[in-house]
């Protein structure tokens, strides 16, 4: 019903309308209803008048088409029109008649984020479409009538009950400050800055309105006449970093306070800033200083300020500022005040360093500690100006100590007692000041400085115990010089740390050390003999720590290793070690290694038959075993068990060929009869009862003594006696003498390193995170590529493995012969360094000066850059590893080395350092390529292949453990006769390429051991002995059954040869050698029904094939006079008429009507299966020209058979029909 009102109004209206008159849009807006949005022209705003030309005050459709510009006013327009924005006419200038917007909009120099209806539609009815849509219908100008300035601005800044309150997204905008709130006097000679001071006078969209840019410059426009002047801090630091939290801070400028939060000042009178009696301004609260940036954690908004580790100490005894100061004032008394006497009061000053650039001399700012840096000497050695070193401690006021006292103002006692020390040394760099005082162990002269340690007390081991110090006997000083080249020296940080890690007490700290007198443990210290650390158990220094030889190495418990396979030696670490010392002292040998130990002479310790073939090298290093002399040690039999079972009847390989035969059990279980047999002879027999213990003796001959001594020693553990009868042994034999073919490096490393594998691989440790639990600690690792770095020399075995593999089968010496490795390239040229990741040389520059390269990874190139000559090129991605923070790993590394013009040019690069960005996680406590992932750190790296790192490495065992190179122990060339197969020489015959493609981790002796893993194992690398490697597969397993894998093997199962009950009594030589008959099909006989035959007459052709033993013959075929590809041929079929036997009887009829008339020849095969075609039978056939008569008679013969036949045919149609009729 409403509807139909509101039509019949609106047909009224149309009725009425006059044109020209605004009902023309109202007649449809002056209802509320969803189709036509009402306007209530009553409210009209500003924009009543927008087009002036039908008059002014009248509001018609011409002004609404001035907005909504594509309306049409004839005829009825859909809901959507388009319409003029408040931007489209008084910023972009559509209407240019429209007045301008210059600021206070959403992009202008003073811009705001209010829209235009924020502002202008402060009206009661409010248009339903947006703000700025009632703001063009019902908006209205501010009614202010103030000028332009700090009035003006502040209706709406200065005003909490501005109806444009609400407009401002920034509250703080509602009352903004002046920019010198805090001061009360009018007349203050700083003056009231106001809003004009800063942005100008102008109307609020006016175009006059700035927004100055906040800087140090800015600043000094108004405070460069400041009595105090003020500059930026160090130069750099600008005033609103300071003054300002946010940017709105500066209308009511704030100071930044200690606990790095800021204040303003909200003074009541003058006292406040000034005291009484009136003195020159000071901020009535505690600001920032010093301390407050620069110290302990600093503040988050300056971290880039050089910070200190808190509190700082210029000598770690807390009343340092007044000890030595004799009749001067104190130097300092709290920290802030010992910052202003080295510093001055800088706060404000472009030189922060203020009096240290007095001292600076030839120093660098920051610089490393060495014996050319004389930071400490110039403050306190008067001496002779020489290099770096003059000395300016005058320039400080009072005068510092000098540490000889030359300048006659140091006290004979300190204020707390403390006598005075006569540095009398023989050198005054800052690497000689901070053996006594770098107890905090700083690693540049500025935390030196900062980090100063009271030069003795019981803490300071260096002071008394350097050669050059005093107070230690004579007999325990150490050169401290010397020990800095060592490779302890950092231990535990280095300096005094390092004399705490092994001498101290408790957990190595300077807490847990007594402040006066020696540790307890000071006598006893720690030794890497007694597997205090390096071995067994990693110590809290997290030192490296060794897998094989060392002394109890057998009990090394990482994870995944309980047995003791570990190879032990009987000497102690300093037994070698003391063969590459930096200094000799009248000290024992294992102190001589702890404090002057060096990696400089130790030898290639992969180079096993340096030690353990020439008997000086072996006295030398450590009394090393000679494997290929006569010896008296015993190894056990069975090591994973120490024990093994021998069931009645069998033997068992007990090494060094001698053979343990288990004859007969008694029938009481009290004895067992046995046979000891070497190399096939019998040597012995006896009978032995459980706790009794068999020894057979040998005769051996050690430097010309000739003796005997035990060569095997058994102990029966329990017998068992049922159906299958046997005996637990255990027992122990003389460890192996090496021939001379296995006495070389490569030998070596195939029987004794477990991870023996010609895939060689390198992982960094990249990060490592620690947990309260040690077991939850997680590391993160990459793989390494290249690694080209020169620093560490273990990584030649990574990078060039092959060559050093070459290397290692002579006897290169002491040290291998090795040169670092670069990498040359051409213009152009790619380096692929990985699977889908490369560097290509895109182009040099013509004064070789630069290189363009790009580094694809993952197929995608992920840098280009053009690289200076000399500089090193650094792609440092960031990856979120852990998976919740992104991180910056350097992937990729290499320094331009040389350039050089030339057909083509080429580039050389040098220290490439190239790992995968497919970084992984582990936990600690877990065993990875051998290594217990907890005695890893961060940059560690770990390596497998064909040689070992060191000999200190894991994997490396007294036995074989790698039960995947079956022949290294099982084939007859060896002679270990175990077993023995004669697979190397004999390639298994027919077996030769069986399971060849299969991977393998361990290094191989031979290929050939693959074979044996597709019979005796399930056709992978095995782990161990497999429990089926006695008795392996069956050949019908892969042939007949098909059980997977088959290895490609030729399925049989339908044939009668399938059946057979033995197949190696035809096809095996030696048990292992596979024999392959080349048996094929043949023909035994043929023959073709007449030899002579006249053209057009079709011959029989007959013959018998034979396939191969209990086979099928699966086709036959024949070739006239020429042989064709097998299969091509006319087909014979078998005269029963299918192929199902080993013998076939076969027939063809041949059609010589085609044939040319002479002899023929006829080539006659059979075929097995997969078209296995047999030799071919030859025979002949003679077709002739047929004679005339007898091809007439021959006619006349065969109409009139073909006429009797047609008539024959015709008599029984005709009696069939009369038979029919008849019934």
């Known amino acids: 019903m409403k509807k139909t009102l509101f039509i019949a109004a609106l047909l009224t209206s149309i009725a009425l309308m006059n044109a020209g008159s605004a009902l023309e849009c109202m007649y449809c807006h002056q209802f509320d209803w969803i189709e036509f949005p009402l306007i209530n022209i009553s409210f009209f705003g500003v924009h009543a008048d927008v087009n002036s030309t039908d008059g002014v005050g009248n509001l018609t459709s011409a002004d609404c088409i001035a907005c909504h510009y594509t309306a049409n006013t004839l005829v009825f327009h859909g809901s959507s029109v388009s319409t003029y924005t408040c931007e489209d006419c008084h910023i972009r200038g559509v209407v240019p008649s429209a007045p301008r917007i210059y600021n206070h909009n959403r992009n202008a120099n003073v811009s705001v984020t209010a829209s235009c209806g924020d502002c202008h539609n402060k009206t009661s009815n409010l248009f339903r479409f947006s703000a700025n849509s009632s703001a063009a219908h019902y908006g209205r100008n501010p009614s202010s009538s103030l000028p332009s300035g700090e009035q003006y ?5 200065d005003n909490s009950s501005s109806v444009y309150s609400d407009v401002m997204q920034n509250q703080n905008n509602i009352m903004i400050g002046k920019h010198t709130s805090g ?118 908004k300056f971290a880039q300020a050089p910070r200190f580790p808190s509190p700082m100490k210029h000598s770690s005894n807390p009343v340092s500022g007044g000890l030595w100061n004799g009749s001067q004032p104190a130097y300092w008394g709290d920290q802030v005040s010992a910052c202003k006497y080295c510093h001055g009061d800088t706060l404000h000053n472009t030189n922060a360093l203020g009096n240290i650039s007095n001292i600076k001399s ?88 900062h980090n100063v340690s009271t030069g003795g ?11 050059g110090g005093g107070g230690a006997p004579l007999d325990r000083r150490v050169d401290v010089v010397s020990f800095n080249n060592s490779v302890h020296y950092s231990l535990n940080g280095g300096g005094n740390g390092a004399c705490w890690a092994c001498h101290g007490d408790g957990n190595g700290s300077e807490n847990a050390q007594p402040a006066g007198g020696h540790p307890r443990n000071y006598r006893t210290p720690k030794n890497c003999n007694n597997n205090d650390c390096h071995s067994i158990s990693q110590s809290r220094f997290k030192e490296p720590m060794v897998y094989s030889h060392f002394l109890n190495a057998s009990r090394n418990s990482n994870p995944g290793n309980v047995t003791d396979f570990n190879i032990t030696t009987s000497a102690g670490c300093e037994i070698c070690h003391i063969n590459s010392i930096i200094k000799d002292d009248d000290i024992p040998d294992v102190a001589k290694v702890s404090h002057y130990g060096s990696k400089q002479d130790l030898l290639d310790s992969f180079n096993c038959i340096y030690c353990h073939l020439d008997e000086d090298n072996s006295e030398r290093w450590g009394n090393a075993t000679l494997i290929n002399k006569n010896r008296t040690v015993l190894t056990q039999l069975e090591k994973m068990k120490n024990n093994f079972i021998l069931f009645e009847g069998d033997s068992f390989y007990l090494g060094e060929g001698y053979f343990l035969k288990l004859v007969e059990i008694s029938n009481n279980r009290e004895e067992a009869f046995i046979q000891i047999f070497h190399e096939d002879n019998k040597v012995d027999e006896t009978s032995l009862g459980p706790g009794s213990e068999y020894i057979y003796e040998k005769e051996i001959t050690i430097d010309n003594s000739t003796f005997k001594t035990p060569a095997l020693i058994l102990n029966i553990t329990s017998i068992f006696k049922g159906n299958r009868s046997f005996v637990q042994f255990e027992g122990s034999r003389l460890r192996k003498i090496h021939t001379e073919n296995e006495s070389r490096n490569s030998a070596c490393y195939a029987c004794h390193l477990y991870r023996y594998s010609g895939n060689k691989q390198r992982y960094l440790v990249l990060d490592k995170e620690y947990k309260e639990n040690a077991d939850k600690d997680i590391l993160y690792l990459s793989r390494v590529f290249l690694d080209f770095k020169s620093e560490n020399k273990n990584k030649i075995y990574f990078n060039d493995e092959d060559y050093v593999f070459n290397q290692t089968e002579i006897d290169f010496g002491k040290h291998i012969s090795y040169s670092f490795l670069q990498k040359s390239m051409k213009e152009r040229e790619t380096w692929d360094i990985a699977d889908g990741y490369s560097l290509k040389i895109n182009e040099v520059s013509t004064d070789s000066e630069k290189v363009w390269l790009d580094l694809v990874i993952n197929n995608s190139i992920v840098d280009d850059r053009v690289v200076a000559l000399g500089s090193e090129y650094n792609y440092t991605p960031g990856i979120k590893y852990n998976g919740y923070s992104e991180r910056n790993v350097t992937i990729f590394s290499a320094t331009i080395s040389s350039i050089f013009q030339g057909s083509p040019n080429f580039v050389i690069l040098k220290d490439v350092m190239a790992i995968s960005p497919d970084i992984f996680k582990i936990n600690g406590n877990t065993t990875i390529f051998g290594y217990n992932s907890s005695w890893l750190r961060t940059n560690d790296t770990i390596t497998v292949g064909k040689i070992p790192p060191d000999f200190h490495s894991p994997n490396m065992f007294t036995d074989q ?244 036949v047609f008539l024959i045919v015709l008599a029984a149609a005709y009696l069939m029909i009369t038979r029919r009729s008849w019934k």
Not at 153 to 157: D, E, I, M, S, V
Not at 457 to 467: A, L
């Open 153 to 157: 601005c502040g209706f709406c800044h």
């Open 183 to 300: 001061i009360i006097n009018p007349g203050h000679p700083a003056g009231h800055p106001d809003c004009t001071s800063c942005h100008g006078t102008d109307s609020l969209h006016g175009p006059n309105l700035t927004k100055p840019v906040l800087d140090s410059g800015f600043c000094n426009n108004c405070h460069k006449n400041d009595p105090l002047k003020k500059d930026m801090h160090a130069g750099k630091l600008e005033c609103i970093q300071c003054h300002t939290d946010t940017a709105n801070d500066i209308h009511n400028i704030k100071y930044l306070l200690q606990d790095g939060t800021y204040r303003s000042i909200n003074a009541t009178d003058c006292y406040d800033c000034h005291g009484y009696p009136f003195s020159s301004f000071r901020v009535p609260f505690s600001t920032a200083n010093c301390t407050t940036c620069h110290l302990g954690n600093g503040v988050i």
């Open 362 to 449: 030839g120093n660098a700012f920051n610089q490393s500690i060495t014996n050319s840096s004389f930071w400490c000497a110039n403050c306190h050695y008067q001496g002779v100006p020489s290099g770096n070193y003059s000395y300016n401690g005058t320039s400080f006021n009072p005068v510092p100590p000098e540490i000889k006292n030359n300048s006659g103002l140091v006290p004979f006692k300190a204020s707390d007692g403390t006598s005075f020390y006569n540095h009398s040394l023989g050198g005054y760099s800052d690497a000689t000041c901070i053996l006594c005082h770098g107890a905090n162990f700083p690693t540049t002269t500025s935390f030196f400085i």
């Open 457 to 467: 007390g019981g803490r300071n081991c260096i002071s008394c115990h350097d050669i």
């Open 961 to 1204: 453990r790698k039960w995947g190179d079956c022949v290294i122990c099982h084939d007859s060339s060896n002679n270990i006769r175990i077993k023995d197969v004669d697979a190397i020489s004999s390639r298994l015959g027919k077996h030769l390429h069986l399971n060849e493609n299969v991977s393998n981790r361990s290094f191989l002796s031979d290929p050939i051991d693959k074979a044996c893993w597709a019979c005796h194992t399930n056709g992978t690398e095995p782990d161990m002995h497999s429990p089926t490697y006695i008795i392996p597969r069956d050949c019908k397993s892969c042939h007949v059954y098909q059980l997977a894998p088959v290895f490609g093997a030729i399925n049989i199962s339908d044939e009668p040869h399938a059946s057979e009950k033995n197949c190696g009594s035809c096809h095996l030589v030696k048990s292992h050698v596979l024999i392959r008959y080349q048996v094929s099909p043949v023909i035994n006989e043929a023959s073709v029904s007449q030899g002579v035959i006249s053209r057009n007459i079709t011959v029989e052709l007959s013959a018998k094939a034979s396939a191969g033993y209990e086979m099928k013959i699966r086709a036959a075929e024949y070739f006239l006079d020429n042989i064709g590809n097998p299969g091509t041929g006319t087909p014979l079929i078998p005269l029963d008429g299918k192929f199902d036997s080993q013998n076939e009887e076969l027939t063809a009829n041949i059609n010589t009507t085609d044939i040319p008339v002479g002899e023929h020849v006829i080539f006659v095969h059979a075929m097995e299966r997969n078209n296995r075609w047999g030799d071919f039978y030859t025979l002949y056939l003679n077709v002739t020209i047929p004679k005339k008569s007898q091809s007439i008679g021959t006619n006349m013969i065969s109409t009139g058979l073909s006429i009797a």
